[in-house]
């Protein structure tokens, strides 16, 4: 319940600046359209119909849900965690009995509902994968449940350097460059030469291109558990890194401030 | 004789920071050779504390006070010493069980939501120390009442006072009724009337329940207005313990009243200065009376016997001695 009620905070302080939600969805939006634009003109002057097996309507497809994929799985948890290691406000947060990654997932969740709710509701109603047999729909369940929480442990691993860094803004233009070429928002990742075909299984192409093909249906029941092993085996790395690294980072930790 | 409930033997805390140099060169010499310098920030404190005390912890800025506290809530861990709450609590370990006895307020560090009213933190705080609900709606309503907040609990925390979120921080640290209550400046920013408030309620709280209260101030009033007993730390080190008047009289060693009359005093008595028209300084020292006719004192007060006073002369001390 507690962690539930850390969901349902984190989604109302979401909703209670409305402009910001507005902005950001509308920026996203605005990139979208540049990169549709984009893609259409290599379409039209290459005089092709199709890139890499993927046709034009696929591709506006596929840069709408990438998209939106890139606004569920931010990496807002380092920013969020580095501003508390700064301030010094971990210690209010340390000094609660409460696991303090679990109510970070939460939180995580919660801020991400809204479009969790729409990447949800295009799989029900949109994507072939609820019609494809009961497997195959729990075989894509388990995708998407494992990529969250691979994602998830990365990122909160990724964000324990800020024992150590004073500022990690600089990672801020590297994840989203990371997010854009690995991830496959900019482009699918399979428009890439056979060599590069090992890059789908980084943790943001499993995030971004991955499930975005899950959606699209255009992922066989093997290539679904073959990510999800590879989902599985990241979140196992970041965990490890989680149970080396925090120990130390909390022993380093100074408390500033008052 | 009952074991104390904080046990702090010989603690020493020290922490690693870095220098910089002043200007371009120093800057550019810093990006290839930082100087690290080593803080001693605790130095050798011993302090025990029984269940119900109030102890006030004094000192200047960055004497160690709140580093002492962070110590004995574990937000740090000792490098060397001892420290255990609770008998056999090592507070470092942070045991879930060990954090549901204790309630910290650390002033400048907010429990709230900023975006949410001060209720839905609460309520969160309640699914967190395991609440029931109907024992929550109670102490909640006590709380708010007793502070006088009532009003605030469904307004978004970014629209209150500074007053009144100190007020639900507070309402935060108690809202589990720890055992040890750990307060790191709890009046800072807050007006008279409401101060008075908090330092009644505080009392209260310590006589029915039996709370033992750990309080760090700047705010002398703080201190004499609470706490049974004062630790003074200077520069890492522990200076002096015991009570308040026991720290007055200690280093109250030069008295000097303060007097104002009604009118100017005309012509000026031996032994008195005057310090503008109706205030005078009288070396209590030199005198075995006033020399001033009592019905024309509005009032008297010794100098150097306030606590301000003497924690003046104890922190401008350049070497503290143990």
């Known amino acids: ?258 | 004789m009952p074991s104390p409930i904080i046990s702090v033997d010989h603690a020493n805390f020290s922490y690693v920071t870095f220098t910089k140099q002043a200007g371009f060169s120093g800057a550019w010499h810093d990006l290839f050779h930082r100087q690290k310098s080593t803080v001693a920030a605790v130095q050798d404190v011993s302090l025990h504390v029984n269940r119900g005390e109030v102890l006030g912890l004094l000192g200047a800025n960055g004497a160690g006070k709140t580093t002492l506290i962070k110590l004995m809530t574990g937000i740090l861990p000792i490098n060397t010493g001892d420290v255990r709450l609770f008998t056999d609590q090592v507070p470092f370990r942070k045991r879930p069980a060990f954090l549901q006895r204790i309630g910290v307020m650390l002033s400048q560090k907010s429990q709230l939501a900023w975006d949410l009213p001060p209720l839905d933190t609460l309520v969160l705080l309640r699914e967190i120390y395991y609440i029931p609900h109907d024992a929550f709606t109670t102490w909640l309503a006590f709380l708010t009442k007793e502070l006088a907040v009532t009003p605030q609990l469904h307004v978004p925390v970014r629209k209150l006072s500074l007053g009144q979120r100190i007020k639900f921080e507070l309402i935060c640290a108690l809202i589990h009724k720890p055992e040890i209550l750990f307060l790191d400046e709890p009046t800072i920013g807050i007006d008279v009337s409401s101060q008075a408030n908090i330092y009644r309620f505080l009392k209260q709280l310590n006589r029915d329940t039996q709370m033992t209260i750990i309080l760090t101030s700047h705010n002398t009033k703080d201190i004499e207005a609470l706490a049974q007993r004062v630790a003074v730390i200077n520069h890492g080190h522990k200076i002096f313990d015991g009570t308040v008047t026991g720290l007055i009289s200690r280093y109250a060693t030069v008295p000097l009243l303060e007097i104002v009359t009604d009118t100017p005093l005309d012509p000026l008595p031996t032994h008195v200065r005057q310090v503008d028209a109706t205030h005078y300084e009288i070396d209590a020292t030199a005198l075995t009376e006033l020399p001033i006719d009592p019905r024309r004192i509005l009032s008297v007060n010794r100098h150097n016997g306030s606590l301000d006073a003497i924690l003046t002369q104890l922190f401008s001390e350049e070497a503290p001695t143990q």
Request: proline share 5%.
């Open chain 1, 1 to 258: 319940m507690k962690y539930w009620l850390t969901c349902q905070n984190a989604l109302m302080a979401t909703l209670a600046y409305r402009g910001n939600l507005v902005l950001n969805l509308l920026t996203t939006a605005v990139n979208v359209m540049v990169t549709i634009f984009m893609w259409l003109a290599v379409y039209n002057f290459s005089g092709r119909s199709d890139i890499a097996g993927i046709q034009p309507n696929q591709m506006v497809i596929y840069l709408i849900v990438v998209n939106v994929l890139a606004l569920i799985f931010s990496a807002e948890p380092i920013f969020k965690f580095s501003g508390l290691v700064r301030s010094g406000n971990l210690s209010v947060v340390l000094m609660r009995p409460i696991n303090y990654f679990i109510q970070s997932f939460w939180d995580y969740l919660g801020r991400g509902l809204p479009f969790l709710v729409i990447y949800g509701l295009a799989t029900g109603f949109i994507s072939p994968v609820f019609r494809r047999g009961l497997l195959y729909a729990l075989a894509s369940l388990l995708l998407m449940g494992l990529t969250y929480g691979m994602f998830f442990l990365m990122i909160t691993a990724i964000s324990l350097c800020s024992f150590w860094l004073v500022q990690v803004w600089p990672l801020r233009p590297v994840l989203s460059a990371l997010f854009l070429l690995l991830g496959g928002q900019a482009f699918p990742l399979q428009v890439l030469p056979p060599t590069f075909a090992w890059l789908i299984y980084n943790p943001f192409s499993l995030a971004g291109n991955q499930l975005t093909l899950l959606l699209l249906g255009k992922l066989s029941l093997n290539q679904i558990l073959l990510a999800g092993g590879w989902a599985l085996g990241w979140a196992v790395v970041a965990l490890g890194i989680l149970k080396i690294v925090w120990p130390r980072g909390i022993r380093s930790y100074e408390g500033v401030g008052s």
